[in-house]
């Protein structure tokens, strides 16, 4: 069983900064799709930001300017960058891949366990 990754969750200040890693195994390549989601106890999880291919990336409106995902493709792993941190940022952020795993031709949809985000004074 293959599985994702993150690191770099804990407690912030509001204003504060996070950074978050994804790792994925050597096994997992040619990722088409590298997506953050998170979730709050009691609400969806929904997505936050994603990297489609090797550039387009999208983002929900209310982390505009404040959150910047990308990928190192030689470490083979996904980040994303938080700053301006609000309160209403704190969840469980989950980092999602679709891509090949090695000796397969369809794509899989992977995820991590997820990671904690504590935005508090």
């Known amino acids: 069983q293959v599985q994702l990754r993150e690191s770099g969750g804990g407690l912030v200040q509001p204003g504060g900064s996070l950074r978050l890693a994804c790792a994925a195994p050597?096994?997992?390549?040619?990722?088409?799709?590298l997506a953050w989601y998170r979730q709050v106890p009691g609400k969806q999880r929904e997505l936050v930001a994603s990297i489609i291919g090797y550039g387009t990336t999208n983002y929900i409106d209310s982390v505009k300017g404040r959150f910047t995902i990308s990928r190192d493709n030689a470490k083979n792993v996904g980040y994303l960058e938080m700053s301006s941190l609000k309160s209403e940022d704190t969840a469980v952020y989950y980092c999602y891949a679709r891509g090949l795993e090695y000796g397969s031709d369809q794509p899989e949809d992977y995820w991590g366990q997820g990671t904690q985000v504590t935005v508090s004074s």
């Open positions: 050597g096994r997992i390549f040619s990722i088409n799709v």
